[in-house]
């Protein structure tokens, strides 16, 4: 039983240049299934260089890149999908605009209920947490570890865990049946620079301690 990482980028990124060589970096282990580029509160114009500048760099690796919230600016740019929050447009409405072959994924916290409308509605996975406390996910209650063997028993849409996930703490998600772990700053964050930080996970994903 393993799980794959769901990168995401941090919250603010001061020197995209920097912000490249890093990425490239980290992507270069083969560690990483798919990026998700995520900043708040930034205009479109920024957003959509970001995107234009990162895009290459995932796309020469094989890793897609979606962007968060923003259909209509993912297909712009040319993203491979988006992510949608329950605050953010609707997964309905993100697929009009997106198309067929997009990926999906849906922001469900730790209601089931969410969960079954979008995987009956299409969705290409569905996001449970914050399982620990997150400076990302501040604003939602911590979910139910139990969720994520639910859903792992009762559907074949992949899961993704969010919130606070580390080297340390992965272990439990992934024993709960999380196909992808979602991560933020213990990447981006790590003491000792985010290409240590993601292969910190690798090896605890690899520990035989399951």
Request: charge should be negative.
């Amino acid at each position: 039983m393993s799980a794959e990482i769901y990168l995401i980028t941090p919250q603010q990124i001061p020197i995209l240049k920097r912000f490249c060589d890093e990425l490239s970096a980290v992507l270069d282990t083969g560690l990483v299934a798919c990026l998700q580029l995520r900043l708040k509160n930034v205009k479109d114009d920024l957003l959509i260089r970001v995107a234009e500048t990162i895009l290459p760099v995932c796309h020469s690796r094989g890793v897609p890149l979606l962007l968060n919230d923003r259909p209509d600016l993912a297909v712009r740019v040319g993203c491979d999908g988006c992510h949608v929050g329950q605050n953010d447009i609707s997964y309905e409405d993100a697929r009009m605009i997106m198309g067929p072959k997009a990926q999906i994924g849906v922001t469900c916290n730790n209601s089931r209920h969410l969960a079954m409308k979008a995987g009956e509605a299409g969705a290409d996975y569905v996001a449970f947490g914050a399982f620990f406390p997150s400076d990302s996910k501040y604003d939602v209650p911590i979910a139910s570890i139990d969720i994520l063997t639910w859903w792992a028993e009762l559907m074949t849409i992949p899961c993704v865990a969010i919130g606070g996930i580390t080297e340390h703490n992965c272990k439990l998600l992934v024993r709960a049946g999380s196909d992808f772990l979602a991560v933020i700053n213990a990447v981006w964050g790590h003491h000792g620079g985010p290409v240590v930080g993601i292969k910190a996970f690798d090896l605890s994903l690899k520990d035989n301690e399951y």
